[in-house]
């Protein structure tokens, strides 16, 4: 199975922005979305669309998957939209991945029940996963302010790493 699939049937060339775009459709792991905006340019491939995959959706979402200095789409992308999960809007995200880690931002709404924002100046909450040598997730770490039904719980720096957690400069360690 391929992992990307992309079928435009009208391209506009744009020499003087060295740009191509076009309506068409792009197939992400099997699953096809019509209708797409895709650009493809000098920083590589973007598509503008609603992309739902059952119980998970990102809405108004606009993809982006990166070139290397060779040319060629490399293993970074990016997502900016709003993500839905079972139908339930949770989160205008701004997400990252490559090689190395996961970032996503954003202001996250589980059912007015629990709602994860950003701390300080900062409007959004963080979440980082990062990998190790191995391929495995072995770090994480959440940033931001939770609520419980509208009352604010803790302002929180969550990380942990190779065994170890901590909370607002606590230490404690936790057993693999």
Do not use: H
Not at 16 to 25: A, D, E, Y
Not at 55 to 75: E, P, R, S, Y
Not at 119 to 141: E, H, P
């Amino acid at each position: 199975m391929n992992i990307l699939q992309l079928n435009v049937p009208k391209l506009k060339v744009d020499l003087t922005k060295r740009k191509v775009s076009g309506l068409g459709n792009l197939t992400i792991l099997g699953k096809k979305f019509t209708a797409l905006g895709i650009i493809l340019n000098e920083r590589g491939l973007k598509a503008k669309n609603d992309f739902d995959f059952g119980i998970l959706a990102f809405n108004g979402a606009t993809i982006t998957l990166g070139k290397d200095n060779q040319g060629n789409i490399n293993n970074s992308a990016s997502i900016v939209g709003n993500l839905n999960f079972l139908g339930s809007n949770i989160a205008n995200i701004n997400a990252k991945v490559n090689s190395e880690k996961l970032t996503a931002s954003g202001s996250f709404n589980f059912g007015d029940i629990l709602i994860l924002k950003g701390v300080n100046n900062q409007k959004k909450a963080t979440l980082i996963l990062k990998k190790s040598q191995n391929g495995r997730y072995n770090s994480v770490s959440i940033m931001g302010r939770f609520y419980l039904l509208n009352q604010e719980l803790t302002s929180v720096k969550i990380s942990q790493n190779n065994g170890k957690i901590k909370i607002f400069g606590m230490s404690v360690n936790v057993k693999n």
